[in-house]
């Protein structure tokens, strides 16, 4: 069992920048890929990044490639998201999830735990 615990959305003016946190219980946490999800209010959740479990793999959604970065630490069971020249369509619920494989992945339905989410807003 995993448990994930989001923090450091906010709102910001476009251009801004955020750093995402996701702090997750459990002494197994190196063994899970990690990934980066959102959700815009009536839109599906979508794919934003996500990191294999030595952090030596990441792959991006092309709306953010170049503009954020995915990291971990796996001796203090965190992930990162570090967002860069925020704009108003990235305005959304983030959400941090754990997969039960050391592979990356970008579908949503292999990933076993989820955080509870944390709003990002952009403003223009």
């Known amino acids: 069992q995993v448990q994930l615990v989001e923090s450091g959305g906010g709102l910001v003016q476009a251009g801004g920048s955020l750093r995402l946190s996701c702090a997750a219980s459990?002494?197994?946490?190196?063994?899970?890929?990690m990934g980066w999800f959102r959700q815009a209010p009536g839109q599906e959740r979508e794919f934003v990044a996500t990191?294999?479990?030595?952090?030596?793999?990441?792959y991006y959604a092309d709306s953010v490639k170049g503009r954020c970065t995915i990291s971990r630490d796996n001796a203090k069971n965190t992930v990162f998201l570090q967002m860069n020249s925020l704009k108003p369509e990235d305005t959304a619920v983030y959400y941090c999830?754990?997969?039960?494989?050391?592979?990356?992945?970008?579908?949503?339905?292999?990933?076993?735990?989820w955080g509870q989410g944390t709003q990002v807003t952009v403003s223009s």
């Open positions: 999830a754990a997969r039960a494989s050391r592979a990356t992945s970008v579908k949503r339905n292999e990933y076993n735990y």
């Open positions: 990191i294999s479990w030595s952090g030596a793999y990441t």
């Open positions: 459990g002494r197994t946490f190196s063994s899970y890929a």
